[in-house]
């Protein structure tokens, strides 16, 4: 355990932890969009900034991928760290203006919130939360980061997806927070990023539950036999 | 134009445009670019301006046009900061503007520079700043439309620490992002553009890139080096990918003196030009310095040899055993070769200045020999001592070798201390923990022998002086402290220096008098048409990367005469210190990913590798470790 001050509160917080979560655990609320606590942390959007005092000088970092330090010092609401917020929500109402959960989050923290557009995109942010729950939780990579750099002509960053390696799982749809991941379900059929996938039948119900790829990498993956894995949860 | 007209370079604003007393700026451009006509350039560290005429504005929109290229995309501020002010000065520039959008861009750029996730963004916004605070005027007049936009020619650059602190300039946060998002092909691919030995190299480089790194004063360095040999292994285990060829076949044909390093990497890189390549070698192996100079627990052949054999899948012909003494100049340019590259290396150990080390005793073998001799598959006898001389990696390879064949006693003599030892740490420390010990501040001064065999050898104790040129400290004998150490083997590896053919006596090639051939550092044109020189037998002893990097530019250069065109200077940042920037923000500490070694008791029983290396997932979190510090400079060129 190590000692550490948040907001003039004195705690002991374990020992790599984030600031983050610490915060949470004293109901201090810190906002954001990209995190997810079964997701390692990427400080995508930077809106869960905070304060961290370094050789008697105060310095901004996100809070959720920043770890505790025996004797930190963290201030969670200093006008540099509210305009701070203000201005990443800012920027991402800017740029995805009809997306509702970025118009919230922008109208919570101070930002002026047009209510001429509607709130009915469903734009990508490149917040990560698929790409981390495709390869840390479901371990296929199916979808990674297309960044720019030096010597790649990219205009846009972006969400690669690799149909090869998705097994339709729905993970990313699940975790994605505006919506841009989209999966459909029609009778025996999934579709997720335009790939189709065919569902199984669930061998004692003949409800359609899962699709065929996912069981069959669960059953590489744990070695469980495919008959056993052909019947869904209630029927278990 | 020496004055600046304005720089705010590293935040020291030097302004005299007012007719004031002229300043120099922190920074010189164009000098320090090494282009000419630089009319004003804006950079991560601040704008610098010569021409009181030039277009700040415009160029504070080319540069953010560079930098939105830069920007990763992965944290939205950065990403979407640069898109918004782009936005604005381009609502500006078409006569929409406000005063108060000067304003929103100062916001935005503080805002960007205090909460992006990596030094790019932390760092490059901050000209953007200089540029609405002094020109404010420019821009003021562009939004009440007194003032048009100029069109100009732009030109930009792109470097980081570690980019400049390595040889070859290697895109390292570049193929280090590429690890970070799980494209480990493409970041393989990335390195070969100026790394054809990415295995090799990414065991063996002593990472000059590492001591640059801007974490190295936070929570250590990058393990650059382990995350390019990563990429490396998991294509070897991937089964190994090609390199991209060529099919077509220029009429040229280039010969090429030496298969080491400097070597190959012309060859590869000539091939990709599509000229027919032939290198000759003296030594029945393919490598040079990197098969013979290095031992297998450093570097496992099979590492090496498949790196050439993909160098040679692309059409590059290498004939072994060819003693260049039998070749000649005018013979080969006879036989068609319109360009020869020399890269012979540097295979002869330089005398220690001990008596009687000319005399041929058994037991004394010169160190680069040793290797050679044990590389190439020679059975060396364990003896019960042994005593190299020197404190570089050449005497820690001979000393770490006679480890594994079984010596009962390795001991080093070096003439100064620890602190001065040439050789990396980490090849010290596995030395000591391998048990060779290691005596400082000593020097021998006689060979000891009985029958023309060694019996031991005379030393002299030394003290350190002043320093001296290399920047070290001098040693200097101790009067009358000599004594003796007993052992039946010396092996000297003090240093290195070319074993120049005698085709280069009898072809007039001109030599520096430190025994290496002369070459143009830029063009690595020698005295002689149409031959070039590069590597160790043009540096002397250096690293690896470095004779490969030359390999990379000779070939270039190559083709520049082969083409009739005089070589294009090359950008350089020589002299601008990369690491600084205006604000560092808060980087929370986290160690480098560790990596596992051969247990020591495992180590005298072969040359079995003792580093191993990053799997997938220790790379990419490793990867995350990157802190982005690419630099953007972009220049206008006067007209």
Redesign the interface.
Known sequence: MVNIIIDGRKIKAKEGSTILENAEELKIEIPTLCHHKELSP?????LC?VE?K?NGKW????SC???V?QGMEIRTDSDKVR??RR??AQ??Y??YPTTAVVRDMAWKLGVEVSEDAKAEGHDC??C?LCVRAC?EIVDT?AL??????????ID??RIEFDPKLCIGCGSCAYVCPTGYVKMEAVEDKRIIWDKVFKMAACKVCGKYFAPQDQLEYIGKKTGVPLDKLYICVNCR | MDTASFSSWNGKIVDNRKGKVAKSADIKFPAQLGVDNVSAAMGWNGLVVMDPDADIISLTMNYLKEARKLSCGECSVCRIGIDRLLDIFGKMAEGDGNKKDLFEVQQITRGVSVNSKCNFGRSVLFPVLDSIKYYRSDFLALIKGERKLETKEYSYAVTAPCMEACPASLDIPGYIELIRNSRFEESLNLIREKCILPGVVGRVCPHPCEDACVRQDIDGPLSIRLLKRAVADYDLQEGGSPLTGTVEEKEEKVAIIGSGPAGLAAAYNLRLMEYKVTIFETLPRAGGMATVGIPDYRLPKDILNHEIDLIKRMGVEIKLNTKVEKLNLKELQKKGYKAVFLAVGAHIGTTIGAEGEDKGYEGFVDGVEFLRDMNLGKKIQPQKKVVVVGGGNTALDCARSCVRIGFDNVEIIYRRSRAEMPASDEEIEEAEKEGVKFNYLMTPVKILEKDGKVTGVECIKMRLGVHDESGRRRPIPVKGSEFTMDTVMVIPAIGQRPDLPAMIGKDKVEVTDWGTIKADPVSFKTNIEGVFAGGDCVTGPAILIEAMDMGNKVARSIDYYLRGEGLKREISFEGVNTREQREQGFIAEKAAEKVDLLDVDKRSEGFAEVESGYDVSEAMREAQRCLRCYRLMVWEQAG
């Open positions: 990427f400080g995508a959007c930077r900034a961290v370094t310095k901004m970092t996100t991928n920043t770890a330090d305009e701070s201005l990443s920027l991402l800017y740029k942010i490149l990560g390869r990579g990674t980061f297309r960044d720019r750099g030096l010597g790649r002509d846009e960053p």
